[in-house]
């Protein structure tokens, strides 16, 4: 029996995570919870059916009771992660809110199956040194990041010659360039395979989220930048892939269904029969796979830009993202004012050495309001 917190629990790889625990009652069971509150009543039916011992609110509402122990505002999520007992953390939360209670969690000695990409893009060499330091495992939960593990397992790492992380390329993989400009939030939201929070998916759309997840993979797998290499291949089947030097490819396929990655971050080592439709490959058809464009997509480029810089430049990068992001789904910018203000932030916002968590805490911040002021009524226009 495993002993779970779920950090992000009311998200979609929250509920998916939730959904796979009621499937094995014998094999986990979750002690705490954590989201913002801002679906109260979802938050309740939650906890009724799985009585955690505490739950954590960043935005605390009026919640019907019977409820845990509620802790209430952004440390009460510290204070869970790191103070109720479980054996995995599952860090789900999505974006920066994400890092406090992730590293809290890491300095507390808890294993964290981690979703949550953009703690380790902001914070990938303080993250993995503390795990590395407590004997932490930082357990893959991104489909991609899952299948390269998996790859990556029984195998020689100096072997590597490659790491290929696959991309659907989203919902405006073959749009030109000028229409990219008129799409709508209902169009970027209408990702072709995956079922994803909101954010996420308009990160599917700009390629931003193949960014992030370059990030994430250099800081994951302890590889150079230059072996994280991206292949756009609209079918999500093949999941990533690791080339080695004598040219093998090893590549792990299945259907786009996050409960397989959620299940075996949970498991690892193990395996359990994931409650997921099976891969019918004849079923499937063609494979195909293709170069991505940066020029109708460059965030993807940026991202790996920030990479080279390093410091806070990824630090800078998620933030000014993130504020982009949730301009754009309000309606406030069109969609590729999303590269244009990231850019803007990554030559004008000063990058300093990533010392520690507060100074990624203050560039964060420092960003975040940057960029707002960009955003219309500033120096950006609003969309007519
Ligand atoms: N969805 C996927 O298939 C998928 C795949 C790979 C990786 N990921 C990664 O997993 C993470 C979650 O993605 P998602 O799609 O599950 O997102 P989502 O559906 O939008 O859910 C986000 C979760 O984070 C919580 N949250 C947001 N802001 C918070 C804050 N300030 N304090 C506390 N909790 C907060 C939300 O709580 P409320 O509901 O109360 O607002 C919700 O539980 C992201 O980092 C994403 O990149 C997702």
């Not at 899952?146 to 790492?157: I, K, T």
């Not at 291949?233 to 690791?242: A, D, G």
């Not at 050495?353 to 964060?364: F, G, H, N, S």
Request: glycine fraction near 8%.
């Amino acid at each position: 029996m495993k002993r779970l917190t779920v950090l992000g629990v009311t998200g979609s790889v929250g509920r998916r995570t939730l959904e796979l625990v009621e499937h094995f009652p014998e094999d986990f069971r979750v002690e705490g919870m954590a989201a913002r509150g801002s679906n109260p009543e979802l938050v309740a039916e939650l906890c009724r059916r799985h009585r955690p011992r505490a739950l954590a609110l960043s935005d605390a509402r009026a919640l019907s009771a019977p409820r845990p122990e509620l802790l209430a505002g952004p440390d009460g999520l510290v204070t869970l992660a790191r103070e109720v007992e479980a054996d995995v953390v599952l860090s789900a939360i999505v974006g920066g809110a994400g890092l406090l209670p992730t590293m809290a969690a890491i300095q507390r000695g808890r294993n964290i199956a981690l979703a949550n990409k953009e703690t380790l893009v902001m914070a990938g060499s303080l993250m993995t040194a503390a795990a590395r330091e407590r004997g932490v495992a930082l357990l893959p939960v991104d489909s991609e990041h899952s299948a390269v593990f998996q790859c990556l397992e029984g195998h020689n790492r100096s072997e590597v010659r490659r790491i290929l992380l696959t991309a659907s390329g989203g919902p405006f993989r073959t749009m030109k360039a000028a229409d990219l400009a008129r799409v709508t939030v209902e169009q970027a939201l209408n990702h072709p395979t995956w079922r994803m929070g909101a954010k996420i998916t308009v990160d599917s759309a700009t390629l931003m989220n193949k960014g992030l997840e370059v990030i994430e993979a250099r800081w994951l797998f302890d590889v150079p930048p230059e072996k994280v290499q991206v292949v756009v291949h609209p079918q999500s089947v093949v999941h990533s892939l690791v080339e080695y030097v004598d040219g093998s490819v090893i590549a792990q396929l299945g259907v786009p269904d996050m409960g397989i990655p959620i299940l075996y971050a949970l498991t690892y080592p193990q395996r359990l029969p994931c409650p997921a439709e099976r891969l019918d490959l004849t079923r499937v058809g063609a494979l195909t796979f293709e170069e991505p464009d940066v020029e109708r997509f460059p965030c993807l480029a940026l991202a790996r830009q920030a990479l080279l810089e390093g410091g806070c430049a990824a630090v800078i990068l998620n933030a000014a993202n993130e504020v982009a992001v949730a301009a754009f789904l309000e309606g406030r910018i069109r969609f590729t004012q999303i590269p244009e203000l990231i850019d803007r932030a990554l030559s004008r916002v000063p990058a300093r050495a990533l010392d520690d968590i507060d100074t990624c805490v203050d560039v964060d911040t420092r960003t975040r309001a940057t960029v707002r002021e960009w955003l219309p009524g500033g120096v950006v226009a609003a969309v007519r």
